[in-house]
């Protein structure tokens, strides 16, 4: 079994910055794929920014490219998400998860493991 434990959410005003962090423990992911997912009640959970084991092949949505980061330090079993110019609409719960499958994927069904969720919350 992985463990996952996000961090780094916060409150911050539309254009500002955060960077995400999630530890893993249990078992090395060093060959997992890594993503960032997050979600806004009633709504369903969806992928932000996924990473491969290598880190050399990596996914946006459509909605955060060129703003977002995914990066992960396979020493520190660390992965981060790092956010720039930041939107109301980026507001949610945004969550960490890990998949044995060495491949590039936005389905959540897709993920083995996943953390309790960090806060983010963006106000205008």
């Known amino acids: 079994q992985v463990s996952l434990v996000e961090s780094g959410g916060g409150v911050v005003q539309a254009g500002d910055s955060l960077r995400l962090s999630c530890v893993a423990s249990g078992r090395t992911y060093s060959r997992y794929t890594m993503a960032w997912f997050r979600q806004t009640p009633g709504k369903e959970r969806d992928a932000v920014a996924v990473?491969?084991?290598?880190?050399?092949?990596?996914y946006y949505a459509d909605s955060v490219k060129g703003r977002f980061t995914i990066s992960r330090d396979n020493a520190k079993n660390t992965v981060y998400l790092e956010m720039n110019s930041l939107q109301p609409a980026d507001t949610a719960i945004y969550y960490c998860?890990?998949?044995?499958?060495?491949?590039?994927?936005?389905?959540?069904?897709?993920?083995?493991?996943w953390g309790q969720g960090t806060q983010v919350t963006v106000s205008s």
């Open positions: 990473i491969s084991w290598s880190g050399g092949n990596t």
């Open positions: 998860a890990a998949s044995i499958v060495n491949i590039i994927s936005s389905h959540r069904d897709r993920y083995n493991y």
